[in-house]
């Protein structure tokens, strides 16, 4: 399946906004919890009622990220010193010197994630039991996995892939503008 990786274009509202520092007025709800961008939480409403329609609940386990959030996940993932049990070192700068993944996925340099901008979501299911799974399984009664849903529709709504073969979970919102709905 491919996955398209399109740039992310800034929406003019955010411009001069400093990553993880967006205004709330800028911010939107969205369900099942948290908050993105109001562009972007328009697009993923409409992705989620369009998922129901599949038996398809989309979710989010990461959204938008407040700079002190980023900071935190990155320090309880990353060590500013290689990590001897791996053989390949995924690593990141951050305050000048080279961190190290210890645990976990990669997560991005504190200030450079597009979550810290309300554009990003890392996108689950939630089946009938309450239970969140990876956006690559297929629930009961489904037709599809959630990444074969999204792969046809989150790009006909703004989304775009950064990392497919790495993180297929984590989508962001490319287009700069409002959402545009097929009919």
């Known amino acids: 399946m491919r996955l398209p990786v399109v740039p992310v274009k800034l929406p003019a509202d955010l411009k001069g906004i400093d990553n993880g520092e967006v205004p ?6 969205i369900e099942p919890s948290g908050r993105l961008h109001h562009f972007a939480a328009e697009s993923w ?8 329609e599949e038996n398809l609940v989309l979710a989010q386990v990461g ?18 010193f290689p990590d001897a049990k791996r053989n390949v070192q995924v690593t990141r700068r951050w305050n000048g010197e080279v961190w190290y993944l210890h645990t976990g996925a990669p997560v991005a340099s504190p200030g450079t994630s597009n979550h810290g901008l309300g ?9 009938k039991t309450g239970t969140v799974v990876s956006i690559t399984a297929k629930p ?3 037709r599809r996995t959630g990444l074969e849903f999204l792969a046809e529709w989150a790009p006909q709504v703004g989304w775009s892939w950064e990392i497919p073969g790495v993180e297929p979970w984590h989508i962001r919102y490319v287009t700069g503008r409002p959402p545009v709905f097929p009919n």
């Open 45 to 52: 409403a409409w992705l989620r009622e369009k998922a129901s």
């Open 24 to 29: 709330k007025r800028l911010l939107k709800p």
């Open 63 to 80: 959204d938008y990220r407040p700079y002190k959030q980023q900071v935190a996940l990155f320090e309880s993932r990353m060590r500013p």
């Open 140 to 142: 009961p009664r489904a």
């Open 119 to 127: 554009l990003a979501v890392d996108a689950a299911l939630i089946l």
